[in-house]
């Protein structure tokens, strides 16, 4: 992450009952805040269904959350962010793109989002190589989804709702911003 990144400027360690300890790093780069979770890949994820689950190999993933600053105390995302880095070990679901990861209240106050959509890795963080057989680490973007969208998305599917996004020229680093028109 830092190769990409850079140094972060902020760091939090959030730990719940049963779970490894998660890290939310924020790193800035000039009006774009993003935050990153350390922790979440150091077990691969286990369909829940599996008896036993293979402690090397499975899908690995840290999840990254970019806003545009200043805007709204986006700050106090590092908590939600931590719920959902943790989410595979405390409720057994795999994180891959097209998911929708809910957190049941705004991401930060005031924020007009409390879920977000799994976007596809490989973009701003290039997939980390681990010794074999394990899997690589996946280093998935989040983008935030209102309520409208996300129920929106239900229906229609990711692709459909990131096409909107596209077409409406939707800015999904505001942190305030509005639904894009779904009729």
Known sequence: MRSALGEPDARAAVTFLGTDRIEVLRFTEGDIVRYATL??????????????????????????????????????????????????????????????????????????????LVAESGGLVEDLELDAPADPVRFLPLLPMTPNEAAWKRVHGAGALQERWLNGGTDLRDPLRKSVPLD
Do not use: N
Not at 40 to 58: C, E, I, R, Y
Not at 88 to 106: K, R, W
């Open 39 to 116: 922790g979440m890949s150091a077990q691969p994820m286990a369909d829940p269904t599996v008896v036993l689950a293979d402690p090397v190999k499975g899908p690995r993933a840290e999840l990254i959350l970019s806003v545009r600053a200043g805007g709204a105390d986006t700050d106090k995302v590092l908590r939600p962010l931590a719920v959902l880095a943790a989410s595979p070990q405390v409720e057994g679901l795999v994180v891959a793109p097209g998911a929708s990861l809910d957190v049941g209240e705004p991401l930060w106050p005031g924020a007009p989002f409390s879920s977000v």
